[in-house]
Each structure stands twice: as C-alpha cells, then as structure tokens.
T-cell receptor
Framework: GAVVSQHPSWVICKSGTSVKIECRSL??????MFWYRQFPKQSLMLMAT?????????EQGVEKDKFLINHASLTLSTLTVTSAHPEDSSFYIC?????????FGPGTRLLVL | QKEVEQDPGPLSVPEGAIVSLNCTYS??????FMWYRQYSRKGPELLMY????GNKEDGRFTAQVDKSSKYISLFIRDSQPSDSATYLC??????????????FGKGTHLIIQP
C-alpha cells in the first residue's frame, strides 16, 4: 500500500514553454500533498504544500506564479512550471501525507533547454 | 547553522559490516523522525518512522532517537551491496509532515563493497 505515482518521469522542453507534472496517490486518499525539488547532490527542498480544494502554500523564495499547483481531488495534485527556463531544470518529487508520514513518488526529471 | 546536519559521505564499508548513519538537528520542535533510502534518480523510499526517543527495530534496520541530544541514528546490520544508496534523514513537527512538510538532511551516500 501507500503508492504514489508521478507522470511524466522525464521531460525535456524548450525555454519559455510550460510543463505539467501529475502526482497521484494510487491506493489511498491524501488531503495534503507536498512538492519538493532536488538539485544534484543536494537534499530535497520543500517547495509547496498542496491541500485538496484550497490554494497551495508556498515556501519562501518559491514563485507561486511560476509554479502553479492544483489539488483538484484527494488523489491528484498537479505542478505546472510556467515559462520554464534552464535554471528550473531539476528533479521534482511529490509526496502524499498519511497520518504517520509521507510517501514519495518516483520523481520527474525536468530538463529545460 | 542548518536545521538538520548530515554527513554526505561517501561512506564505504565491506559487505556484512554494521553501518551507522547519523543526523543532528537544532529545532527542538521536531517530534517525528524518518529515514528514507534513495537510489540514484529515484524517489525516496520510507525505511523507518519513529516518534519517541529510544530504539525501533525492523528487520536489519534499527532507528534510534535521542531527543535530549537532538541526535538520531540508523543502524544497518549485515549490510548488503543492495543497500548501497543515499540515506536521508527527515523530521517534522507534526505527524505526516502536517503543514510544514518534512525537513531533510543532505543525505549520506553509502557504498557497500562486495
């Protein structure tokens, strides 16, 4: 149990385009999902907290207009990177919260050319 | 001072050895502690979850929490080459991360030599 999926696993896009990443909890419902970003040889850094049916809460320094988060149902949250630039290239990982801890998706590697 | 300190390694040990991985933290509000394993280019996989001070054992893994010293450890017995990965400690104020999410250490890169 407690499986979280992400799609796509890999995406390459041109600078200026937008990219949508989906995060799904497959066998449970998650009121809260989280989005993290991980640069090479660095740890996971929390970007935002996504609550079903309400606006996301962004961490300091994360541009909410650039990283649009939608949590439309208890099993799906989406992250849209708008007008992506090369510095947005990173590994994006979502997690879904259960009472005791968080379970992570496999991650999405984004490369912006 | 970072909230969570973790030696990035790499830590290289022979197969069968006992591995000790550690994290220290500065925020006394952290109450929930987790260890995740992350293989290259994959999402973190939950290994252990603890709340109270003391030891928790699960198979070859033992998690230890000392809240008075703000120090947590993960021990791996009878280490195997397949244990080679990056081990991340994580902690939060609230169960499930609550409204804060998890705060991670930088991760320790572990190499088990056959």
């Amino acid at each position: 149990g407690a499986v979280v999926s992400q799609h796509p696993s890999w995406v390459i896009c041109k600078s200026g385009t937008s990219v949508k990443i989906e995060c799904r909890s497959l066998d449970f419902q998650a009121t809260t999902m989280f989005w993290y970003r991980q640069f090479p040889k660095q740890s996971l850094m929390l970007m935002a907290t996504s609550n079903e049916g309400s606006k996301a809460t962004y961490e300091q320094g994360v541009e909410k207009d650039k990283f649009l988060i939608n949590h439309a149902s208890l099993t799906l949250s989406t992250l849209t990177v708008t007008s992506a630039h090369p510095e947005d290239s990173s590994f994006y990982i979502c997690s879904a919260s259960l009472p005791e801890t968080q379970y992570f998706g496999p991650g999405t590697r984004l490369l912006v050319l | 001072q970072k909230e969570v300190e973790q030696d990035p390694g790499p830590l290289s040990v022979p197969e069968g050895a006992i591995v000790s991985l550690n994290c220290t933290y500065s925020n006394s509000a952290f109450q929930y502690f987790m260890w995740y394993r992350q293989y290259s280019r994959k999402g973190p996989e939950l290994l252990m979850y603890t709340y109270s001070s003391g030891n928790k054992e699960d198979g070859r893994f033992t998690a230890q929490v000392d809240k008075s010293s703000k120090y947590i450890s993960l021990f791996i017995r009878d280490s195997q080459p397949s244990d080679s990965a990056t081990y991340l400690c994580a902690m939060s104020r609230y169960s499930g991360g609550g409204a804060d999410g998890l705060t991670f250490g930088k991760g320790t890169h572990l190499i088990i030599q056959p």
